[in-house]
């Protein structure tokens, strides 16, 4: 069983850009979370897909948005990049019921804002 | 207040020995979840045990025991005989709520470093 993918693995970008990051989940899986890692900040969730719907969302700024298609994959994307934004982007699969709903987490995608 | 707490940053323990890595939490909600996940420096964060808050027996994977003391609130990781692979930080995380969605407040963290 193929575990949660996420690409790109590593991407440089420049302040004022913009960047698309996705997220494969676990065959089966309906729910699709995407965390942000940083040094200073620690984990912090950003939102929640279950079913293309968000769920929940994360005390983050509006440049901040993503998605989930009918195939359960997701993408998140941050507009007018900012310093600050370099960080590892964390996205973890869940079927999304139950209450010990375990989440499996991909390898992260690391982003360096210059 | 922080919801997940980690007192220690880092730990240092001997291949083979046992550690206790600290976790408390704070919720009023009387359904949750509490979750240990290992991140090695690849940065993949790796589930590994799952107590919830109303599961009477404390949680065991393998070499790994959950130590949950509900009035204390704590939620301690026991890693038995480590092993040099053991070395990796590790988060103590928790979810509010059964119906509400998957969403995983997390600790600061501890270091783990296994000494050969």
């Known amino acids: 069983k193929a575990g949660v993918t996420q690409t790109p693995r590593y991407l440089i970008k420049t302040r004022g850009q913009q960047v698309t990051l996705s997220c494969s989940p676990i065959s089966g899986h309906r729910s699709v979370s995407w965390y942000q890692q940083t040094p200073g900040q620690g984990l912090q969730f950003l939102f929640e897909y279950f079913s293309e719907t968000q769920r929940n969302k994360g005390n983050f700024p509006g440049r901040f948005s993503g998605r989930q298609f009918s195939n359960s994959r997701s993408e998140m994307n941050v507009s007018t990049l900012e310093l600050g934004d370099s960080a590892l982007y964390l996205c973890?699969?869940?079927?999304?019921?139950?209450?010990?709903?375990?989440?499996?987490f991909g390898e992260g995608s690391r982003l360096t804002v210059l | 207040a922080q919801k997940i707490t980690q007192t220690q940053p880092g730990m240092f323990v001997q291949e083979k020995e046992a550690v206790t890595l600290d976790c408390t939490y704070d919720t009023s909600d009387p359904s949750y979840g509490l979750f240990w996940y290992k991140q090695p420096s690849s940065g993949e964060m790796i589930f590994l045990i799952y107590q919830g808050s109303y599961d009477q027996q404390n949680a065991t994977e393998g070499r790994y025991s959950l130590n949950f003391q509900k009035a204390r609130k704590s939620a301690n990781l026991v890693i038995s005989a480590s092993q040099l692979g053991d070395s990796a930080m590790y988060f103590c995380a928790m979810r509010e709520g059964v119906d509400s969605s998957y969403k995983l407040i997390f600790g600061s963290g501890t270091r783990l470093l296994v000494r050969p």
């Open positions: 973890a699969s869940s079927t999304g019921q139950g209450a010990s709903g375990e989440l499996f």
